[in-house]
């Protein structure tokens, strides 16, 4: 029998890729989604992976099942066990599907989903003998924060190293300058060892250096330049002209704006 080969700390990337048993391949969603069909094709084995595309296309769907196969609570937050992946990854979908890790495991980790933040600062801030030190946020209770103010300095006090971080739409809670520093500590951190995996609409996230961009969709899978991006497209041509772009969104409604007095 093959010896199991020993996992040690050091720098990413830890997730590598996807392996899927096409014989426990199910029926209805997830398995439908065209992404999903084709996740072998992703590779995922360098420091920053974007995951680009229109809502539905399953980039949140994606992340949820590596995020499981790889030890993180449902609602997100830090990895169990003292930030240890498992020795041999979890199998997902009923077996279909497992990530194909590379020899080396993350100190920590953190998974990140814009919709269960709350419950995760709420658990940072409750005092509970299981919760992390408030000093390692910064100090300042979560919820004390605006919801940008407390992911950023989540992002701040705990992105780091020899970490593995899945990062869903974290744009929702921030500003544009918000968004600019998440990119700064995403490539401090990427620089120091860490392996991000990111699923986003944002154009300044995109713009990450060195970063890989797949984009997922109707037909499957592919890796993007950025300037071919819709997201960074239409973000382009809204700036250049505003006004078309929302004249076009609502030309089919049949009742005119109610009359606005001057400022």
Same mark, same amino acid.
């Given at each position: 029998?093959?010896? $199991?080969?020993? $996992?040690?700390? &050091? =720098?990413? !990337? ?19 989604? #065209? ?22 296309? %399953? ?26 992946? *498992? ?9 279909? +599907?497992? =990530? ?5 495991? *993350? ?19 409750? &005092?509970?003998?299981?919760? !992390?030190?408030?000093? +390692?946020? %910064?100090?300042? *209770? ?50 120091? %060892? ?25 037909? &499957?899978?592919? !890796? $993007? ?7 960074? $497209? ?7 002209? =505003? ?12 009742? #005119?704006? *109610?009359?606005? =007095?001057?400022?």
């Amino acid at each position: 029998m093959a010896k $199991r080969a020993i $996992r040690r700390f &050091g =720098p990413g !990337p830890y997730v590598l890729g996807f392996a899927r048993d096409q014989a426990l391949w199910g029926e209805g969603f997830p398995f439908d989604l #065209p992404a999903l069909s084709a996740i072998e094709q992703l590779r995922v084995d360098v420091p920053v992976t974007l995951l680009a595309g229109e809502n539905g296309a %399953g980039k949140s769907t994606i992340l949820e099942l590596v995020a499981e196969a790889i030890g993180f609570a449902a609602q997100g937050g830090e990895l169990e066990r003292s930030g240890e992946l *498992p020795a041999v990854p979890r199998t997902v979908l009923g077996g279909a +599907l497992a =990530p194909v890790l590379s020899s080396h495991k *993350p100190r920590n980790g953190y998974y990140l989903r814009a919709e269960s933040f709350f419950n995760v600062a709420e658990f940072v801030d409750s &005092g509970d003998r299981y919760a !992390p030190d408030i000093s +390692l946020y %910064g100090n300042v *209770p979560l919820h004390r924060q605006s919801h940008g103010e407390s992911f950023l300095a989540l992002a701040a006090n705990r992105f780091g190293g020899e970490s593995v971080y899945l990062l869903d739409e974290p744009e929702a809670a921030l500003s544009v300058t918000g968004a600019l520093a998440l990119l700064a500590v995403i490539v401090r951190a990427a620089r120091a %060892g860490a392996q991000f995996l990111i699923a986003t609409h944002s154009p300044i996230l995109l713009a990450c250096p060195d970063a890989r961009i797949i984009e997922l969709n109707d037909t &499957g899978i592919r !890796p $993007r330049a950025y300037d071919d991006l819709d997201a960074v $497209r239409l973000t382009r041509g809204f700036l250049d002209a =505003p006004e078309r772009y929302v004249h076009a969104a609502l030309e089919d409604l049949d009742t #005119p704006w *109610p009359s606005v =007095p001057p400022a």
